[in-house]
């Protein structure tokens, strides 16, 4: 589990990207990404719970929940899917749900490696500042690491 930047694509200062390994197959990691039943069990760093308002995982559908931070401070989200190739990858615009524009821009590949499933997470913003302000306000690294772990226990439940 590693977080890298893309040395030397166009987007390298504005993305972050994390990856790590599941011992459980790409469908049932996939599952765990796009069905609120799973996802409100594991979604967040370390702390944080999930209220699902709705959770529609289509081109075009819509994933709104509030994220309920340890220090009492709710923070709402909205996802907007772009592209989901089941069990393969999925692509979406997140933000707040305040009707402002997106955060930033994401995919996620689901990668069959002998009945294990790497996860590639790459988050894109629109500029290197916003990147960084989010690295260091909201600790995005980190918190990514810590919700990619918190997925790692949750498959096991799967099983």
Not at 18 to 25: C, E, G, K, M, S
Not at 51 to 62: L, S
């Amino acid at each position: 589990m590693h977080a890298r930047s893309s040395a030397g694509t166009a987007t390298a200062d504005r993305e972050i990207a994390l990856t790590r390994v599941f011992d459980a197959p790409r469908e049932l990691v996939f599952e765990a990404f796009t069905d609120p039943r799973h996802v409100v069990h594991w979604w967040g760093p370390n702390g944080f719970t999930n209220t699902i308002r709705e959770m529609d995982v289509r081109p075009g559908g819509v994933w709104r929940f509030v994220m309920h931070g340890p220090d009492g401070v709710d923070y709402k989200n909205l996802i907007e899917y772009t592209e989901v190739v089941k069990p393969e990858r999925l692509a979406w615009a997140h933000g707040e749900d305040d009707g402002g524009p997106p955060t930033f821009h994401a995919t996620a590949t689901f990668t069959d490696e002998g009945g294990k499933t790497r996860v590639t997470l790459t988050m894109i913003f629109a500029t290197a500042a916003e990147r960084d302000r989010t690295v260091k306000e909201y600790g995005a690294i980190e918190g990514g690491n810590q919700t990619l772990a918190k997925l790692a226990a949750y498959l096991e439940t799967m099983k």
